[in-house]
């Protein structure tokens, strides 16, 4: 990866330092993106899948020149700064991204840094209103961070829990041959979220449903699944509702298939990172899992893209692919284009406007509260080649069936934010 990284940034220096004939102005400063994420440690895997995707994203905007502001075209400059995990790192990288002139942070597999970000970009930007920060979050979705703890500074370009857990609830409530859940999460405010929304969504649309388990655990921090397991089985669980990432969730259902546990996954992302090679057969028709797009929705754009992705990133350990961040990154340069500035005042009140299409995927941020409106999909794993499953995942021979999709208006929340505009 360290290797790909530097011809990331050497193929971004030749392009900056080409010689024209004659005597060439120099060719505008690049605009500096910075991702902050855990690259290394339990949840490392996470974030370098995110990086390729932030990587393609990057090279589809210079590819196409750049983006245009008055003085010329601009490149963007992503670079990464490993937060290992931990709170204290992520902030320390904050600081030496806005050090090195970095104006746009990009971060998201950990609510509870997110949440550390916002508060010091908040600080920080009224501060120093001379070198803001703008703060792009494309996977943490605590549904604080969009209501009570919004921020000017802060876009997330994911549906945040409840939405993700109310698409999941509306599959979960017509599988009637369900009578017991577990829920099982991880121990902090994301996973607390999760749960939360879970019981109160089973309380209204699954009376009939027994809740056998209620757990949380420590993040990226257990190595063996096998007590959780055991204890789900004995439950007499019929599924588990989790919200678990990464690694969090391959060993869980690593586990799940260990001590021979028939139930369902209804997961926020089952669908990657290992957990359908670690389930394989026993998991077809068992894991659902839910998101803002899918590599088998059913359209021949959706199918370009993934297509695309892969001649990008042959090799099926890095089959990890996010529309959401795709979009994200149009969105971004969109914003800097029309407000013709890299004043990020000015960027933002472009950006709570942005509103994007790739590949047929569409979506448009929403001003009050600055969370990205888009379509949902929920799918159900099975083999590679049935019916709706062209494409698996990470060359594991399993896919995701979509069995339904929710339009941005169905998955649309009320928010309680209120939104603190700059000047």
Not at 356 to 373: E, N, W
Request: aromatic content about 8%; some cysteine; hydrophobic content about 45%.
């Amino acid at each position: 990866m360290f290797k790909f990284r530097r011809q990331v940034l050497k193929s971004l220096a030749l392009a900056l330092c080409a010689p024209a004939a004659g005597l060439a102005l120099a060719a505008p400063a690049p605009i500096k993106i910075a991702q902050i994420e855990a690259l290394s440690g339990p949840l490392g895997n996470g974030g370098e899948a995110v990086f390729r995707n932030l990587v393609w994203a990057v090279e589809r905007v210079n590819a196409r020149g750049g983006i245009k502001l008055p003085d010329g075209k601009h490149l963007l400059a992503l670079d990464r700064l490993d937060s290992k995990g931990q709170n204290e790192e992520a902030l320390s990288a904050l600081r030496a991204a806005i050090d090195d002139g970095v104006q746009i942070v990009l971060q998201g597999n950990n609510s509870a840094t997110a949440a550390v970000l916002v508060d010091a970009i908040n600080k920080h930007n009224e501060r120093e209103p001379g070198k803001r920060v703008l703060f792009l979050n494309y996977a943490a979705v605590d549904p604080t961070l969009t209501n009570e703890k919004c921020s000017y500074w802060h876009f997330r370009f994911d549906a945040h829990a409840d939405m993700r857990m109310a698409a999941l609830m509306s599959v979960f409530k017509d599988d009637t041959a369900v009578k017991s859940v577990y829920i099982l999460g991880q121990d902090y405010s994301f996973g607390q979220a999760v749960a939360r929304e879970a019981k109160r969504q089973l309380a209204l649309q699954r009376p009939d449903v027994q809740l056998v388990g209620d757990e949380l655990h420590p993040l990226g921090r257990i190595k063996d699944f096998i007590p959780y397991a055991t204890k789900i089985k004995a439950s007499g669980a019929q599924a588990v509702i989790t919200g678990n990432f990464g690694n969090d969730l391959t060993l869980l259902v690593k586990a799940a298939r260990e001590v021979g546990f028939e139930g369902k996954f209804y997961t926020f992302y089952g669908n990657a990172l290992g957990a359908p090679a670690a389930l394989g057969e026993a998991g077809v028709g068992k894991v659902i899992a839910v998101a803002d797009w899918l590599p088998n929705l059913p359209t021949a754009q959706s199918e370009v893209f993934v297509q695309s992705f892969r001649q990008r990133f042959p090799k099926p350990a890095d089959d990890y692919l996010h529309m959401r961040m795709q979009l994200m990154v149009e969105a971004l340069a969109q914003a800097i284009e029309k407000a013709g500035t890299m004043d990020l005042v000015a960027v933002a009140a472009s950006l709570e406007r942005a509103s994007v299409s790739l590949y047929g995927q569409s979506g448009s941020m929403r001003a009050a509260d600055h969370q990205f409106q888009q379509p949902l999909a929920v799918g159900i794993m099975d083999r590679q080649g049935a019916p709706g499953v062209k494409f698996d995942v990470e060359g594991s021979g399993y896919g995701f069936r979509v069995i339904k999709q929710i339009s941005p208006a169905q998955a649309e929340m009320p928010t309680s934010c209120k939104m603190v505009r700059p000047g």
